[in-house]
């Protein structure tokens, strides 16, 4: 944007001379007048930025049409709130994790939690929680005393707010009580936002306090530097970007446009020389505290209470590693508590691949079953027993840690620990078949080596099942294994290959296992990192297979040392999973969608559909806006690369004023983007994207509708101010028609964005304006 700077600079430079002679004229009236000792503190006046110079500022005029706005969209998002009686699309997990949230049930999900748990407490407040809300699929029906209306208030209040909150931003832009009003008309009746704040989901949360972090930065940089008013915006100001990364991590981009601002704010004011340096240092500490000391503290905090208070074990703590769900009340930790925490030669142990199979857990594995002569592909195997990462607890789980050259199968007393770097052979527990590798291709991954449990087939095959103990991450000095604590690598001792699980399934003869291999090339990832989850020290082994098995069943622990997992702990593992979930999510979906069906509303949702009936609710913006604001972005672009283009050559051709000019750069600098930065990343994202990823560029677009028909206006009436008049009743006539044009299209969709009543066959093909609209359409 510094195109403009130098009209900018010249201007300042201008009134710096002036200043100076005023100075100067100043002193020497000084020295001709007789010395008087008065000193008058005078306060230095408010210091406000180039690009409002021609603001509009919120008056007591601003009631009226804020007052009717709120009024309207309070109607539109809470009326018959409870309607209908059913799970509606996402509300299926949501309403889920709200009741594990009461009930301190640990649960997981690829966004942070702080809309979770504001929706969990009204519902707590309701009387929520005592129901047990295990829904199958959508149109499943809530209990008859589930506060319904409770669970969506907080959504609902916060699509609410988002009408206000646009017009007081584009106020606060500079712009006139009727752009602001057109601004927040595109968020009332726009039938994507509404159906979106209606029911039990996070995304209007989320864009309420991007638009709350917006509307306080925008006051806060008007304020003169630790003035009045200055801190208690930067406070809201960091409040909200905090509670808007601590919802969804969508907020981010908006919120790298907001530090922006503020650091380019803070950037000027070092050219203010009425900030002393003092001054000048605090307020940059103060821009720092906003920016990201605060939304860090709250993004953090919100973690902190997400795993303080849920302490009992849930559906969804498989996804975690052993010795965080050990932490849990309820569940692993009613299996481990009170294990052996070193293991032992003689220990028998459930190893657990820290990596998974295919994002689920899995446990090293084997059973009664050969590889078969031949591979599918041709490829001839060692046809000795399977061994696999298995996704379920089995008997057939269990291994015995024992010495690589002595028979001993027992612990012995005191027991000799298992260390990093010690040779081990590991015995299945079931077939007393020692765990092998070696120089034979993998049954799917023929690039790493197959792993098997031995077996003599007469075969000049030699035994090759001695593993090293790699032990890493451990805290301290401390070289001994430990149970759930410690991660190993096992390292085949012939081939240097390391123990993985690659994520892949066995065909049908393997039961579409998961496929175990050792493979030099895994020995970095989390793939070749095993955690004993399961441990337990027995007197003496069983000679017969039944024996052995009833004794793995009922042998009782050796009380010895729990494991310790503290919330920092918790929390790094938290977003190491989250974040690896959010990248793994690349499956296609019948409504996912693209950034290039968003810009003219090319894209649809069915959330809710009657049983037998036509009676649906499907998300579809409105049409007219959306297109609307299509044209709106194009034309900004191409009006703002013509005027740049012809003040590079003719600098005093500007066509429009320095202020008005500075306003435009401005506006443009946020808004605009705001919406590139909320939509062109997604078109290098390779994950499953839907509708609600648009919400924020959505924002943003709809807000610079109404900025741009506020230039529009702006310039029509100071140019042609002979027959303003005229042009504005023209200007405010066409105007007119768009917004009635835009309430009827909102009105005729109100059957879709709230399932009421019915429609018919014929009126629901006349509503499915675009190919990509799939309306759930049954005959009758």
């Not at 299996?335 to 459930?350: D, E, H, K, L, M």
């Not at 070289?479 to 290959?497: E, M």
């Not at 090319?602 to 998300?619: P, R």
């Not at 059957?751 to 014929?762: A, D, H, K, M, N």
């Amino acid at each position: 944007m510094d195109f403009a700077l130098h009209k900018e600079e010249a201007g300042e430079l201008k009134h710096r001379k002036a200043h100076s002679s005023i100075e100067q004229s100043t002193l020497d009236a000084a020295d001709k007048a007789p010395l008087v000792d008065v000193t008058v503190p005078v306060e230095p006046p408010e210091v406000v930025p180039a690009w409002t110079a021609a603001n509009h500022v919120t008056t007591k005029k601003d009631r009226v049409p804020l007052l009717i706005l709120t009024i309207l969209s309070g109607f539109t998002r809470l009326w018959r709130l409870g309607y209908p009686p059913v799970v509606v699309f996402d509300e299926l997990f949501y309403t889920r994790f709200v009741h594990m949230y009461i009930n301190r049930l640990f649960h997981f999900d690829s966004n942070p939690p702080f809309a979770k748990q504001l929706i969990a407490l009204t519902g707590y407040l309701a009387g929520y929680g005592k129901q047990n809300e295990t829904f199958e699929k959508i149109g499943d029906r809530y209990a008859d005393d589930t506060p319904i209306w409770a669970l969506r208030l907080v959504p609902a209040l916060s699509g609410t707010l988002l009408i206000p909150l646009a017009y007081c931003i584009t106020r606060e832009l500079g712009y006139s009580r009727l752009a602001a009003s057109l601004a927040a008309s595109c968020f009332l009746f726009d039938s994507a936002l509404v159906t979106g704040s209606r029911f039990v989901l996070t995304d209007s949360v989320n864009l309420c306090l991007l638009l709350g972090a917006v509307f306080a930065v925008l006051k806060f940089i008007k304020k003169r530097p630790l003035g009045p008013g200055s801190l208690q915006w930067g406070l809201l100001a960091g409040t909200c970007m905090g509670l808007a990364i601590s919802t969804k991590y969508t907020a981010f981009n908006s919120l790298l446009v907001l530090a922006w601002i503020v650091t380019r704010h803070l950037w000027k004011t070092i050219d203010d020389v009425t900030i002393s340096a003092g001054r000048l240092v605090k307020y940059w500490a103060l821009c720092c505290l906003v920016v990201f000391l605060i939304p860090t503290g709250i993004y953090l905090s919100c973690f902190y209470a997400h795993l303080a208070w849920l302490t009992k074990a849930g559906p969804y703590d498989s996804m975690m590693s052993t010795r965080f769900q050990s932490s849990l009340e309820g569940g692993l930790e009613t299996i481990t508590q009170g294990q052996p925490f070193n293991i032992a030669y003689g220990s028998q142990i459930t190893l657990r691949n820290v990596a998974g199979s295919g994002g689920n857990p899995c446990w090293l594995h084997s059973h009664e079953h050969n590889y078969p002569i031949k591979y599918d592909d041709g490829r001839g195997s060692s046809h000795q027993q399977h061994v696999t990462c298995y996704g379920w607890k089995d008997i057939n789980n269990w291994w015995i840690v024992k010495y690589a050259d002595r028979p001993t199968l027992n612990v012995e007393q005191p027991p000799v620990y298992v260390k990093d770097g010690d040779i081990v052979q590991l015995l299945h527990g079931m077939t007393f078949k020692n765990l092998n590798s070696h120089d034979v291709a993998a049954p799917v991954t023929a690039e790493c080596q197959e792993v098997s449990c031995f077996v003599d087939h007469n075969i000049s095959a030699t035994a090759q099942d001695l593993w090293e103990v790699k032990v890493v991450g451990q805290e301290g000095d401390d070289p001994v294994w430990h149970t759930i604590q410690s991660q190993v690598h096992f390292i085949h001792v012939a081939t240097k290959a390391a123990l993985s699980a690659t994520g892949k399934s066995l065909p049908d003869w393997g039961f579409h296992q998961g496929e175990t291999v050792s493979c030099e090339a895994h020995k970095e990832f989390t793939s070749s990192l095993w955690t004993v989850e399961e441990h337990r020290y027995t007197k003496a082994i069983p000679k017969l297979k039944d024996e052995r098995e009833y004794d793995l069943r009922i042998s009782e622990f050796t009380p010895d040392k729990p494991a310790v997992y503290t919330l920092s702990q918790k929390f790094l593992e938290l977003q190491g999973t989250m974040l690896g979930l959010t990248k793994d999510t690349v499956e296609e979906h019948f409504y996912g969608s693209g950034p290039q069906d968003w810009i003219l509303s090319d894209n649809g949702v069915a959330y809710w559909a009657e049983k037998g009936s036509n009676k649906q609710i499907f998300q579809a913006g409105n049409v007219l806006i959306w297109q609307t604001g299509a044209a709106v972005i194009t034309l900004t672009v191409l009006i703002l690369l013509v005027i740049w283009l012809v003040d590079l050559r003719y600098p005093e051709m500007l066509p429009v004023p320095v202020d008005q000019w500075n306003r435009i750069l401005y506006t443009t600098e946020l808004v605009l983007s705001g919406w590139v930065i909320n939509w062109l990343p997604y078109f290098f994202t390779d994950r499953t994207l839907f509708f609600h990823h648009y919400y924020p560029g959505l924002a943003f677009k709809f807000i610079l509708i109404g900025c741009f028909v506020g230039e529009v206006l702006d310039r029509l009436r100071g140019k042609y101010g002979e027959i303003k008049v005229i042009v504005t009743n023209v200007a405010t006539a066409v105007l007119g028609v768009w917004l009635l044009s835009v309430i009827y299209n909102f009105y005729i969709f109100i059957p879709l964005t709230y399932g009421f009543y019915e429609l018919s066959v014929p009126e629901l093909k006349n509503l499915e304006w675009r190919e990509t609209w799939n309306f759930i359409i049954r005959s009758q």
